[in-house]
């Protein structure tokens, strides 16, 4: 059974920082991509940043230079550290990843609120 969780959402002030991580089980950790999605109220769900089983990130434009996605493959956890935060990333944000037969596993989303 694969787990997806996310954590370590939160409310800060603009400029401050936040990490999240996100713990998936069930799959070789090692083999799958890992994406951060998020959705605001209002808006469809976008992609944040990925970072494949092979090491290869991609980010959206809007967050380039501010936020950061690693992976721990011994503890089978993804992290989107997140810097210089802006009211525009207030958002629900999700953990993703697929299994080699394509189906999709979300986490439960944890907020973020950027606000002065």
């Known amino acids: 059974q694969v787990q997806v969780t996310g954590s370590g959402g939160g409310t800060v002030q603009p400029g401050g920082s936040l990490r999240l991580s996100c713990t998936i089980s069930g799959l070789i950790f090692s083999w799958v991509d890992v994406d951060w999605y998020r959705q605001a109220p209002g808006k469809e769900r976008a992609l944040v940043a990925r970072?494949?089983?092979?090491?290869?990130?991609n980010y959206a434009e809007a967050v380039k230079d501010r936020f950061t996605i690693s992976r721990d493959n011994a503890k089978n956890t993804a992290f989107l550290q997140m810097n210089n935060l802006k009211p525009d990333d207030t958002a629900l944000y999700y953990c993703h990843t697929k299994n080699r037969a394509n189906i999709d596993f979300w986490g439960q989303g944890t907020q973020v609120t950027v606000s002065p």
């Open positions: 970072i494949t089983s092979g090491g290869t990130i």
